[in-house]
């Protein structure tokens, strides 16, 4: 489920936000504080512990008392992208599901010259990534089209070998980020087998 879907659902369940304050604070409560493949199962809890009766949707303090989920802070946030990113090399081309950790290695200079520089100062490194990572997010990500970040030789060569390919994070947002990435670029036969691969392995 999308979160376009999702604020969709609530509504057409409970009727209109009690303004548009409120409806723009769950929004952005939603979007930070679950994944895409989370909220088919976040709107069923939902009906199940928030009566219809009310005929308003919930807030977002009711929603975050459900569901015991604050929105994490941007340091928190800076430190799980530091971690999952930290889960391989540049050895591998990635595609990220937080847009936010794409674009920060991209500020320096790219996948290759991130990883040289965790490995050569793994501590400044991550000091810095921290502080690059909690201002981009203040400008959003809704302007960020996923990239794939090139390994060293995907970059030398001009072409990714798709044996070499990781999806770091969100694998159903990945997938996504794949397709999106497929329609906007013109990719190689073997792209398309990788994707057809990978919806194969998260088809359910």
Known sequence: MEYSEFMTRIVGYYGDFENDVVKKAVG????????????????????????RNYKTPPDVAIIEKIFQRAIPNEETLAEE??????????????IVSDLIAQETVISFGGWHNFAQRRRNDEYWTHKDF???YSRLRQQGSEHIE?????SWSAAMN???????FKILGDKTKGEEFLK???KQTSLP???????DDVQADFRV
């Open 28 to 51: 952005i409560y939603v979007v930070e504080a679950f994944q895409e493949s989370e909220l088919k199962n976040v709107f069923n809890k939902i009906i199940l512990s928030y009566s």
């Open 81 to 94: 992208a530091w971690k999952l990113l930290r889960q391989t090399d540049s050895g591998f081309s990635v």
């Open 130 to 132: 921290i502080s690059r």
């Open 146 to 150: 996923p990239r794939i970040l090139l």
């Open 158 to 164: 001009g072409e990714v070998d798709y044996r070499f």
């Open 180 to 182: 999106i990435i497929e």
């Open 189 to 195: 036969s073997s792209f398309n087998k990788l994707l």
